[in-house]
């Protein structure tokens, strides 16, 4: 059982930054396999970056290879997507997911998952 609450959205410009944090409580971290998606309004929800539970393997979708960055730092229990070069596309709710793992695989299929954040709002304004 794993507790994760995103924080780090906001409003920001076109072209601009930002930070989302996923802060995770309850058992191990290390344990997880950890993921972002979002969603946008009208649309269903997309996989956006995905990291093994040591943090030795992530893996970004097509669209946000360059821009975005995936990390965790497991001493302090937390997820970070670092998010540049955003654009008016990017606006979502964005969301973190944890699989409790054995092994060393990550994960793209919002199935695969059991545990999710409540989301954080993206809304780059162009």
């Known amino acids: 059982q794993v507790q994760l609450v995103e924080s780090g959205g906001g409003l920001v410009q076109a072209g601009g930054s930002l930070r989302l944090s996923c802060a995770a409580s309850g058992r191990a971290f290390s344990t997880y ?25 992530t893996y970004h979708a097509e ?24 654009t008016p596309e990017d606006t979502a709710s964005y969301y973190c997911a944890a699989k409790y793992v054995t092994g060393t695989g990550i994960y793209t299929q919002e199935y695969h998952y059991d545990f999710w954040g409540q989301g954080t709002q993206v809304t780059v304004s162009s």
């Open 33 to 57: 396999a950890m993921g972002w998606f979002r969603q946008a309004p009208g649309k269903e929800r997309e996989f956006v970056a995905a990291i093994s539970r040591s943090g030795g393997t």
């Open 63 to 86: 669209f946000v290879k360059g821009r975005f960055t995936i990390s965790r730092d497991n001493a302090k229990n937390t997820l970070y997507l670092q998010m540049s070069s955003l």
